[in-house]
């Protein structure tokens, strides 16, 4: 197996921290010679450290916090934070990824990695401060919303500057679908990493150091950051991006957006991805949520912002600001057929105070929508509420109860699946979910898409290799069609490592080669890497380490949940119900072709058809025979 011998970038220390002990450490990051940073390095602790009959909610169960090996530095857009730990909703691999200034100042405070484990007694929160770590209370914070939290923190320290990761009362409650909360505004959604944060009883983290960040080649790197940097600002996206913000660029209510609109979007519940240009308009034209913004925001070292800061100054919702509006916050509204842009903004920033995974929940809500109206809610079941498509008020009074566990929201607040297992009445035929996770994203136009998705390792999230637009980059030779089944396999696989590689060095996909500007590609991560780190990979090593990581959230999941072949089916609602309107009305995903797209993605891999488990022959050319040995203890590796 390859080894690296790191000269700069990451600080060489890992913070450990045991809540049920009360007690801290620091360790030497002996993991970064063989995985680097970032995601790749917390996959391998997990895979490596963690009991296989481990839940998510057991005290051994880990909350890692990992920087990537670029943060810190000056390289553009380098600001990601990964958080790893077991997925609530399935006891497998899970895994979220967020921006803003958290990571680097977790850096600056002297560390690469923050690993948690344990349950507190009472609330406490973790404070971090050049290379110290304490646990102090924070029952004066239980309860408080994300925004509250920070203001009343930064008070008690005095200092403006810190940098805080927190849950709301989502987390608190042990909602399922719970978000971590980064600048009041930046949401690592996905997996429940909120409520794993709540069950441990640990509120916040809180970050300030006062070093620097030491690279091997500081002149060579100065200039090859600058180069990347005049790359980034001088492509046309990026001005879009500035101007418009990326959901503004991608839900625009005009002509030339209606197939990406298609591609992007679903309603109902997913039983539609049509929006009519008037529906979008109502939200997203010149009257829609885009009159609320003010300025657009910026994580660390980026040339670009893309978060857009908004506030609604009269009406109903007055007073209601706050940071961000996504692609995905328009989705998230989409999925009850709401077009009222001040609901759906309110819904957006109500999510982050509560610190409520906008995506999740959004699907168990659009479901007990649909059980409404087909009659198998009542008004009586959902507290008074009248759940119709449209309805802003009932999915704004909704996505409070969930948040608090009130009611009818505490029959929603473990996931769709977990709500469609109570209901019964044939429910679970649209309770819409990936590998037991609520999953948002539409799987029937864009083939690609719907491959990544169903694949992914984090269950049913589209940022493990999702694509529906041509990329810049990407294998060689290989013709682009979204609606194609043949073309999806090798663009879908070489994504993946792509976003492996941008997790391992903690650059934004924004900036690189998933959506948005499309500026940076492997060629720039290799060479500011390899100057920061005083190291010498290829494009092709790093590509490769970045197989070597999915393999490992592959592993984790086959060893701790036995997931097969039929798990990397999308839900059954894709090939059984046709898209109601629009230009793709009638369509549904062709079993017969999924399958052979599977297949070829398998194959790429290297791994079984028949069960999609990994092979002995394949890990051990990857250099991990040790993985390969982990998997044959449990009886779960294809000889």
Known sequence: MNRFKIKGGITGKILRVDLSAEKVRVEENKYAERWIAGRALSSWI???????????????????????????????????TNIDTINVFNNGKGSSNVGGHFSPEMKFAGFDQIIIKGKAEKPVYLFISDGKAEIRDASHLWGKSTYETEDILKKELRDNKIEIASIGPAGENLVHGSAIIIDCGRAAGGSGVGCVMGDKKLKAIVVRGHNSVKVAHPEEFLQRAYEAYQKIIKRPTAKVFRKKTLAGMVYNDSEQFDDLWEMMHSTKNSQDVHWSREQRSRIMGKEGVGKFFKKVQACYACPVGCQPYSEINEGKFKGSKGLGYWINSVMWSGKMDVTDPEASLRYH???????????????????????YEKGLLTKEDVDGLILTWGNSDAMLELQEKIASRDGFGDFLADGVVAAAKKLGKGSEKFAINQKGQDSLDPYRVCKGWSLACATSPIAGRHMRGSINIPIAFGPKGVKF?????????????????????EDITGICVYVGTWSGV????????????????GINLTEEDFMLLG???????????????????????????????????????????????????????????????????QTRKTLESLGLSDVAEKLAEVGRLIE
């Open 349 to 371: 920033l109500r999510a982050n105070q509560l610190g409520l995974d906008g995506d999740d929940s959004s699907v168990v809500m659009s479901w007990a929508f649909e059980a």
């Open 46 to 80: 997990l895979l490596n450290e963690m009991d296989p009959t481990t839940k998510w909610s057991d005290p051994e169960n880990y909350l890692i916090f990992g920087a990537g090996a670029l943060i810190g530095t000056i390289a553009p857009a380098s600001c990601r």
């Open 481 to 501: 069609n979204p609606y194609s089944y043949e073309d999806q396999p090798p663009i879908v696989f070489w994504e993946l490592r792509a976003k492996e590689i």
């Open 547 to 613: 197989q070597k990581g999915y393999n490992l959230e592959k592993a984790f999941n086959t060893i701790h949940v036995g997931f097969k072949r039929e798990d990397d089916l999308p839900h059954r609602r894709f090939f059984e119900d046709p898209i109601l309107s629009g230009p793709h009305k009638g369509e549904t995903l062709n079993k017969e072709k999924y399958n052979s797209m599977l297949d070829a993605f398998y194959e790429l891999h290297g791994w079984d058809k028949e069960t999609s488990w």
């Open 518 to 533: 499309y500026a940076l590609e492997p060629s720039d991560y290799v060479e500011l890497t390899n100057l920061a780190l």
